[in-house]
């Protein structure tokens, strides 16, 4: 098993930064690949960005490549989501999620074991 809790949500002006946490607890946190979904109200939940194991490999949404960044540390047990030049249509429930992977990363929800509750960002214009 293992435990996610992310931080960092919060009211935020549109072109403004947040940067979202989330911490593992429970399993060697290296062994696992890791992503960040989002879901608005009314829409399904979508996928924004993966990290593999190692960091080494990352993927990102169309819609937030350029703006976001993905990263980990594994000493932390941490994934981060750095969100800039934030707009109205970025505002959501944040999610990470992780499956027990060396391979790669993973852009579909079914891919996943493993979520967090989620984080509030809310981005007014």
């Known amino acids: 098993q293992v435990q996610l809790v992310e931080s960092g949500g919060g009211l935020v002006q549109a072109g403004g930064s947040l940067s979202l946490s989330c911490a593992a607890s429970g399993r060697p946190f290296s062994m696992y690949a890791m992503g960040w979904f989002r879901q608005a109200p009314g829409k399904e939940r979508e996928f924004v960005a993966a990290?593999?194991?190692?960091?080494?490999?990352?993927y990102y949404a169309d819609s937030v490549k350029g703006r976001f960044t993905i990263s980990r540390d594994n000493a932390k047990n941490t994934v981060y989501l750095q969100m800039n030049s934030l707009k109205p249509e970025d505002a959501a429930v944040y999610y990470c999620?992780?499956?027990?992977?060396?391979?790669?990363?993973?852009?579909?929800?079914?891919?996943?074991?493993?979520w967090g509750q989620g984080t509030q960002v809310t981005v007014s214009s």
């Open positions: 999620a992780a499956r027990r992977s060396l391979d790669g990363y993973y852009t579909r929800e079914d891919d996943y074991d493993y």
């Open positions: 990290i593999s194991w190692s960091g080494g490999s990352t």
